[in-house]
């Protein structure tokens, strides 16, 4: 039957009108001659007040509702008396769904610690905390499309099994559909990983970038928004195995063009979830506050998470080169202990998280984009600078994530691709299709990656990845 959700109810336009709402119990509390209960049905923060009139709801239906349990309400909607709240249900009758037995159900109306939470990733949906980061995780894929779709790009299904190696770091899941028990061996003995997929060498794609610069040459303007995976051991608060990632390409872009696109999608996001998430952020601000209570002063933020969003969606990012952040990090001085302390690098390393924390949180204070890195310490197929050292990179690097977007104008020259190919040491029959793009009708073009997941950390304020997709893999992590 019927039933109306309680986002709708709670903006108190309509009283006195009759009403079917169904939701799990947030909690129970009351005496003999009326009970209240918190009802929460996912499609807002807050809870709807019902009033169960024992002369209307007979004790044994009452005994059975407790914290967890799924129940549907009817009754008359009336402006409340109470504090706290517009309306609330008088309901004439409840019906129990689901009961929750409040020996064994894990998730009471206390605070629970995020470790806790994680073990209980099949409930935590129901907090909250966690009801609040879905919600918005939600709003972030609905901007997204929409960022892109007012701008004319083409939204690209990329493939999730692909013999080749995006970013050529190794760090891919093998795909096999090999009899484990009985496995095909090369003439050395060795297992023939080759015949992996029906006679090919496949993995899980680490990027869908490669194939949506194949999109690029033909459409012009597009962008992939799918899961990639990455087989490092990376036990971090900022990296998981299987992660969302969105790839514009752009054909015609330069590196300039690059970083005005991915200031502008970033600013657009956070003016997105500002004006669209405002209860569930308003919630989630105040949650990062009570966290950050026990930290000592200098670990602390300086903005709070609503000042954080329209920070970055009100002022220009800072743009240099890798080569300038190397001079700006020499020539400071790094506190002696605390947050900002970093050794000092040589030109030609990369860059650890101390170093893009130092530059963000400290130096500039702003969203940084560093441009130019190494050539050696970049993907194989980033441009090559006129100075034959540098490539055409760009990392954007937030307050508390580090590195949010990673991208480049892409080498486009044949030769020079082919070349670079060859002294990274990949099998040109991965890469042959890529290639021919640079032989046949080939142009200048640039585009990079947002790692969802570092986005909805930096729009909910949470401080671990683990926490902002429903269900985090990371290594030992696969149970559900
Ligand atoms: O810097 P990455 O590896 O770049 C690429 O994959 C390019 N193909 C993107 C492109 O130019 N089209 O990854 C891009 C972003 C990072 O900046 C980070 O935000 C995120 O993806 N990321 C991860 N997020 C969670 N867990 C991991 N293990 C991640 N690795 C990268
Ligand atoms: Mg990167």
Not at 28 to 43: C, M
Not at 147 to 168: L, M, R, W
């Amino acid at each position: 039957s019927k039933r109306t959700k309680i986002k709708s109810l709670l903006r108190g336009e309509q009283v006195d009108v009759d009403v079917r709402v169904k939701g799990w119990v947030r909690t129970k509390r009351g005496n003999k001659s009326v009970s209240f209960i918190a009802l929460n049905d996912g499609s807002c923060l807050a809870n709807l007040q019902i009033v169960a009139d024992p002369n209307n709801i007979t004790e044994d239906i009452l005994k059975r509702i407790s914290t967890g349990a799924c129940i549907s309400a009817e009754g008359k909607l009336v402006a409340s008396q109470g504090a706290g709240q517009k309306v609330e249900l008088v309901a004439s009758a409840i019906e129990v769904l689901g009961e929750a037995d409040p020996e064994s159900y894990p998730l009471q109306p206390k605070r629970h610690s995020l470790e806790f939470m994680r073990e209980i990733a099949h409930l935590r949906p129901r907090s909250n905390t966690f009801g609040a980061i879905m919600r918005v995780r939600h709003a972030m894929i609905f901007a997204v499309h929409q960022f892109f779709n007012q701008k004319g790009f083409v939204n690209v299904h990329t493939p999730i099994i692909t013999g080749s190696d995006a970013e050529g770091a190794g760090e891919m899941f093998r795909v096999t559909t090999l009899d484990q028990k009985n496995l095909p061996t090369t003439e050395d003995g060795e297992i023939d990983y080759k015949q992996d997929f029906f006679g090919k060498e496949t993995n899980l794609t680490v990027s869908g970038q490669l194939e949506a610069e194949l999109g690029a040459m033909a459409l012009g303007e597009v962008y992939t928004f799918g899961p990639t995976f990455r087989a490092e051991n990376s036990n971090t608060t900022r990296h998981l195995a299987e992660f969302w990632m969105i790839e514009p390409e752009v054909a015609f872009n330069d590196l300039e063009d690059n970083m005005d696109l991915a200031e502008d999608f970033l600013k657009f996001l956070a003016k997105y979830a500002l004006d669209n998430c405002r209860e569930d952020l308003e919630f989630l601000k105040d949650r990062a506050l009570q966290e950050e209570k026990n930290l000592p002063a200098d670990k602390k933020n300086e903005m709070n998470l609503i000042e954080r969003l329209e920070f970055v969606a009100n002022n220009d990012f800072q743009r240099l080169t890798y080569t300038e952040a190397i001079d700006i990090l020499k020539n400071s001085k790094p506190n002696k202990k605390g947050r900002f302390q970093y050794k000092i690098e040589e030109w030609g390393a990369d860059l650890q998280s101390e170093h893009e924390r130092f530059l963000v949180e400290k130096h500039f204070k702003k969203p940084v984009i560093l441009t130019d890195y190494p050539a050696n310490i970049k993907a194989f197929y980033m441009r090559l600078n006129e100075d034959g050292k540098t490539v055409a990179a760009m990392d954007i690097l937030f307050p508390g994530i580090g590195e949010i977007v990673g991208g480049s104008q892409r080498e486009e020259r044949y030769e020079v691709l082919v070349e670079k190919v060859k002294a990274m040491g990949i099998p040109e029959e991965h890469v042959w299709w890529y290639l021919d793009t640079r032989k046949f009708g080939t142009a200048p073009h640039a585009g990079f990656g947002l790692g969802f997941e570092r986005l909805i950390l930096f729009v909910t304020g949470m401080t671990n990845i683990r926490d902002v997709i429903p269900f985090p893999r990371f290594p030992g992590s696969a149970e559900f």
